[in-house]
């Protein structure tokens, strides 16, 4: 069974940055997965904020692009999510998810909040 456990959510100033990590720990074949982050919003539906291919292609929501950087280390069984130049309306949970065919797999979640 897939087990995502994610890390590094907390409060940071508008403009500042955060580096949101996912490990897998249950042993399973992370460098085969397709692993993405996403973020909901309370009452709005989970959105993608990017995603990293097994072969390392990447894609972004608009609003991201240009101030996240989703990386993966397939020693380390990590996925890796650098945001640069939060913005208020960044404040959400983030979700990490790994994506092997039909199966898809979700963490707990970690709550980012961007305010002064």
């Known amino acids: 069974q897939v087990q995502l456990v994610e890390s590094g959510g907390g409060l940071v100033q508008p403009g500042g940055s955060l580096r949101l990590s996912c490990a897998e720990t249950s042993g399973s074949i992370f460098r085969t997965f397709v692993m993405g982050w996403y973020r909901q919003a309370p009452g709005k539906q989970r959105e993608l904020v990017a995603s990293?291919?097994?072969?390392?292609?990447?894609t972004y929501a608009n609003s991201v692009k240009g101030r996240f950087t989703i990386s993966r280390d397939n020693v380390q069984n990590t996925v890796y999510l650098q945001m640069n130049s939060l913005k208020p309306e960044d404040t959400n949970a983030y979700y990490c998810n790994a994506r092997y065919g039909p199966d898809i797999y979700w963490g707990q979640g970690t709550q980012v909040t961007v305010s002064s």
């Open positions: 990293i291919s097994s072969a390392g292609y990447t």
